[in-house]
């Protein structure tokens, strides 16, 4: 329902006619023995909706009112430390448009021993697949509602069983097929998503993640399950070969890859799309594009669809300009010039590149903010700037950092600077090495500083800039790597010598995120890469890097996630400016 309204003018239309796109926020693998998540609950008008069901019907909206769209976010994976009790993955969180409510996909199950329930997949908009147990066979979450998604797949004892000297589970259900069950020496795949081409182009959302496998004897060589197309994530694998398990695609609501004596990864996060007709614009919110005669406003991350599109209110060019009716955004998702048309005081958001990985995470971009808090301590809200009518004031929105190519005993690169006028907010810092020696295992600093690699007690993480960011994780000593500082916290130090640290969360504003369609994950930027270990960990808030060799998100300036000094590490993300004024 509007939660603001406007009177209309009598010669505005009476409604806008839209059609949707809703995908919830994919389940989280299980851990240990652990079946894959399911995917996303999938509503839509175009093309096809999640569980075969009939098309949905467009909603129609009053003009000049406000709409809340929630984007949610991927479940976590489940967690598995040694010695203690194993953990279904979570679920997805729900996503909504105005009446329309997607729901979060189901988590995958675990190891249960011998004969427990979390075993089971939990239910969801696409049901959690199966993972192992020691008696009797385990069943996947059911779809919950119907007509969103399919059930996870089943794990069967007779294929999943010590005695046979290994494992193999099923898989996560997608919006368009069930999970995969497994079988004699295969693990389930995850289920296919569905697709629509309501944002212009083909794309298929809401696949379930893999089932994985483990073990020796005739498991040894067993390849890992893939997950269903629609950005499942790839089961997990501990046999001859060890392979991490694959984190749900973002934005596509994809289920988490189940994991085999490691974590679960975590399930995709979804996405909101709105589309009318025409291509004169008659909405604000999200990233707007137009294609094939039509409209499109697409939500990465929660924010309001407000049915009022006049820029008359405008005093400035530059950027995409979008409005709440209250005030004015320029949003830049790539550098430009803000040129006032009158003398204006702006409020503004500057984020630069996140850091890139290499063992240790890379620090968040640093982060400063007239509105609601900047990044670090002390964290002081900036003072507005006073411009000039006519003059053209430069915007630089700085690039992430490259993280560490394979063999390579440096740390990896701090992000760009991000400027508007006279402020600067600095690049975050390159992760520390996991070769080499000396200073080469530090973090770097940065806006936020990189995490450390734990190769010998002392190395240090990189430090953080005042009022842009926090430092990264410190060192004990391990074999693992420190997640990088993030806006809004410290990265995570080293856990054990298996488990690294996460990256620091990041800064909430959701006055800029609402209603431009940035930030990430309830509308945080600037979070943390996430450290390398045995044990997947996870980026912080503000689109920080996993520690299974993602990239920061662009235009977050999160850092990049760190991996294994044998592998590729994640690069940062891209930083945004925003430029706001009362209309």
């Not at 996140?354 to 240790?360: K, R, S």
């Not at 982060?367 to 003072?383: A, D, F, Y």
Request: overall charge neutral; some cysteine.
């Amino acid at each position: 329902m509007p939660i603001i309204g406007i009177m209309a003018s009598q010669n505005y239309p009476r409604t806008i006619t839209i059609d949707y796109l809703v995908v919830a926020g994919g389940g989280g693998g299980g851990s240990w023995q652990g079946g894959g998540g399911g995917g996303g609950g999938m509503r839509c008008t175009v093309g096809a909706t999640g569980g075969g069901g009939s098309l949905e019907t467009a909603l129609s909206l009053a003009p000049n009112a406000s709409y809340t769209v929630t984007v949610g976010a991927g479940g976590a994976g489940g967690i598995f430390i040694s010695g203690s009790a194993a953990n279904q993955g979570t679920n997805g969180g729900n996503s909504s448009l105005d009446t329309i409510t997607s729901t979060g996909g189901g988590g995958g199950g675990t190891y249960g021993n011998p004969s427990g329930s979390i075993a089971n997949g939990l239910a969801g908009g696409s049901g959690g697949g199966a993972g192992g147990r020691e008696s009797g066979d385990s069943t996947g979450g059911s779809a919950t509602p119907s007509a969103q998604g399919y059930p996870g797949g089943t794990t069967f004892n007779a294929f999943a069983n010590s005695s046979l000297g290994g494992w193999v589970t099923a898989g996560g259900g997608g919006a368009g097929q069930q999970g995969g069950n497994n079988a004699s020496f295969t693990p389930g795949p995850g289920g296919n998503g569905a697709t629509t081409s309501i944002s212009g182009t083909s794309t298929t959302y809401a696949g379930g993640g893999g089932g994985n496998v483990g073990g020796g004897g005739g498991f040894a060589n067993v390849a890992a399950a893939n997950g269903g197309s629609g950005g499942g994530g790839k089961g997990g694998k501990n046999n001859a070969t060890k392979v991490a398990p694959g984190v749900g695609g973002i934005n596509l609501g994809g289920g988490g890859g189940g994991g085999y004596d490691q974590a679960g990864a975590k399930g995709g996060s979804g996405v909101v799309i709105a589309r009318y007709a025409g291509t004169t614009q008659k909405a604000f919110g999200g990233v707007v594009t137009t294609s094939g005669g039509n409209t499109i406003h697409t939500f990465n991350s929660s924010g309001t669809f407000y049915t009022n599109a006049s820029t008359a209110g405008a005093k400035a060019t530059g950027g995409t300009i979008t409005s709440d009716g209250s005030y004015m955004y320029h949003t830049f998702l790539v550098s430009g010039t803000f040129t006032p048309t009158q003398s204006l005081t702006v409020d503004y958001l500057v984020v630069a590149g996140g850091g890139g990985a290499n063992i240790g995470g890379g620090g968040a971009g640093g982060l400063r903010s007239t509105v609601t808090i900047s990044g670090g301590t002390p964290g002081t809200v900036e003072s507005a700037l006073s411009l000039t009518s006519g003059v053209g004031y430069t915007v630089t929105v700085g690039g992430g950092g490259a993280g560490k190519t394979v063999g390579t005993q440096t740390q990896g690169s701090n992000g760009e600077n991000s400027t508007f006028a006279t402020i600067t907010s600095t690049g975050g810092g390159g992760g520390g090495a996991g070769n080499g020696s000396g200073s080469f295992n530090n973090g770097v600093t940065g806006g936020s500083g990189g995490g450390a690699h734990n190769t010998s007690a002392g190395r240090v993480p990189g430090s953080g800039t005042t009022n842009q960011g926090f430092a990264g994780g410190t060192t004990a000593g391990g074999g693992t790597g420190s997640g990088g500082g993030g806006a809004g916290a410290a990265g995570g130090s080293e856990q054990s010598a298996l488990i690294g640290g996460i990256g620091g969360i990041g800064r909430q504003i959701a006055a800029f995120s609402d209603i431009t369609g940035t930030g990430v994950d309830g509308g945080y930027y600037a979070g943390g890469g996430g450290g390398f270990g045995q044990t997947i960990c996870a980026g912080g808030l503000g689109g920080g890097g996993g520690g299974s060799t993602l990239n920061g998100t662009i235009n977050t300036g999160g850092g990049g996630g760190a991996n294994d000094a044998i592998a590729v590490s994640g690069n940062g993300g891209s930083g945004v400016v925003i430029v706001r004024y009362a209309i």
